[in-house]
C-alpha cells in the first residue's frame, strides 16, 4: 500500500505538504528541483512519466522544457483533477496498483520524493522497470537518512528528520520546525540502501548527486552545501539509473 488510508487524509496531506509544487516558474524551483529539471532538458526524451505529479505544475513544466509528451500520476484525486486541467494524468496507487500503462513505453520516469512514501517499494521499482523502454533513464530521489544532522542527531539520543513515530505529531526530534504533523514518511533510505536495492532491481546507476536543503539556515547552511557534495552526507540523495 502507498499513502492509502482513506481518500479524504490523502487529500489533506496533499494539501498541507504539496504546497510547494504549486510553483510553476523555473527560477522558484529549489535544488533538488532544479536538478531534476536540467537532467531533463539535457537529455530531451520524447515522453516523461512522472509518478507522484501532485498538481501537474512541476510535470507540465518539465514538458515546457523538453518539448516532451508529460503524464502523471498520483494517489490523492484532489491532485490528479488539479493535473488533469493541464496534463494527462491518472489516480494511481503507486505503491500498490498496475500503472496503465504498456510494457516499455515510456523513455523517462521521474520519481521525486515518493518513495520513502511507500510501504511497498518493490512494487514501485518492478512498475517503473516494466514501463520504461529498454534504452531510457529514471531520475529518482529521496530524503537521506544518513544525512550529516541525522548522524548527530541519533549520536545524541534525537529521532533523525525524515522519520515519524507518529502519524499526527512531530516529535523527539532536535527541532520542531518541521510542524505538528508527519511527513508521512514510511520508509528511510541511506546511500548504500538506495544503491543496492537499485541493483536488486536490475537498474544501472548512471549518476548520483547530492543535493542541499534551502531551509537549512546559516551558519549551518554552509555545512549543508558542503555536505551536498557528498551524496551519502546529503540532504537528499538524486539518482539517474538505466536498465541493466
Known amino acids: 500500500m502507498g499513502l492509502e488510508c482513506g481518500s479524504t487524509p490523502i487529500d489533506k496531506f496533499y494539501n498541507e505538504h504539496y504546497a510547494q509544487y504549486l510553483m510553476d516558474r523555473e527560477e522558484l524551483l529549489d535544488a533538488r528541483l532544479r536538478l531534476v529539471l536540467n537532467l531533463f532538458r539535457d537529455k530531451k526524451?520524447?515522453?516523461?512519466?512522472?509518478?507522484g505529479?501532485?498538481?501537474g505544475n512541476f510535470t507540465t513544466l518539465l514538458g515546457k522544457v523538453t518539448n516532451a509528451k508529460v503524464i502523471g500520476i498520483d494517489v490523492s484525486e484532489t491532485a490528479v483533477a488539479i493535473a488533469s486541467r493541464n496534463i494527462e494524468a491518472y489516480r494511481v496507487d503507486v505503491g500498490q496498483d498496475v500503472y496503465p500503462f504498456d510494457d516499455g513505453y515510456f523513455e523517462s520516469v521521474f520519481c521525486g520524493?515518493?518513495?520513502?512514501?511507500?510501504?511497498?517499494?518493490?512494487?514501485?521499482?518492478?512498475?517503473?522497470?516494466?514501463?520504461?523502454?529498454?534504452?531510457?533513464f529514471c531520475v529518482l530521489t529521496t530524503p537521506n537518512l544518513?544525512?550529516?544532522?541525522?548522524?548527530?542527531?541519533?549520536?545524541?539520543?534525537?529521532?533523525?528528520f525524515y522519520t515519524e513515530v507518529s502519524v499526527y505529531h512531530n516529535v523527539g526530534k532536535l527541532s520542531s520546525a518541521?510542524?505538528?504533523?508527519?511527513?508521512?514518511?514510511?520508509?528511510g533510505f541511506t546511500y548504500r540502501s538506495l544503491m543496492e536495492l537499485l541493483k536488486k532491481h536490475k537498474f544501472k546507476i548512471i549518476r548520483i548527486?547530492?543535493?542541499h536543503d534551502f531551509h537549512i539556515?546559516?551558519?549551518l547552511s554552509l555545512i549543508e552545501r558542503t555536505a551536498a557534495h557528498f551524496p551519502s552526507l546529503a540532504s537528499c540523495i538524486a539518482v539517474v539509473f538505466k536498465k541493466a
Open 45 to 51: 526524451p520524447a515522453n516523461i512519466l512522472d509518478i
Open 209 to 211: 548527486f547530492g543535493v
Open 217 to 219: 539556515p546559516a551558519p
Open 146 to 160: 544518513a544525512a550529516w544532522y541525522n548522524r548527530i542527531s541519533l549520536a545524541l539520543g534525537y529521532q533523525p
Open 53 to 55: 505529479c501532485g498538481n
Open 113 to 136: 520524493e515518493i518513495i520513502e512514501h511507500l510501504f511497498d517499494t518493490d512494487h514501485l521499482l518492478n512498475e517503473i522497470n516494466r514501463v520504461m523502454a529498454n534504452d531510457a
Open 178 to 187: 518541521g510542524g505538528p504533523t508527519s511527513t508521512g514518511h514510511i520508509r
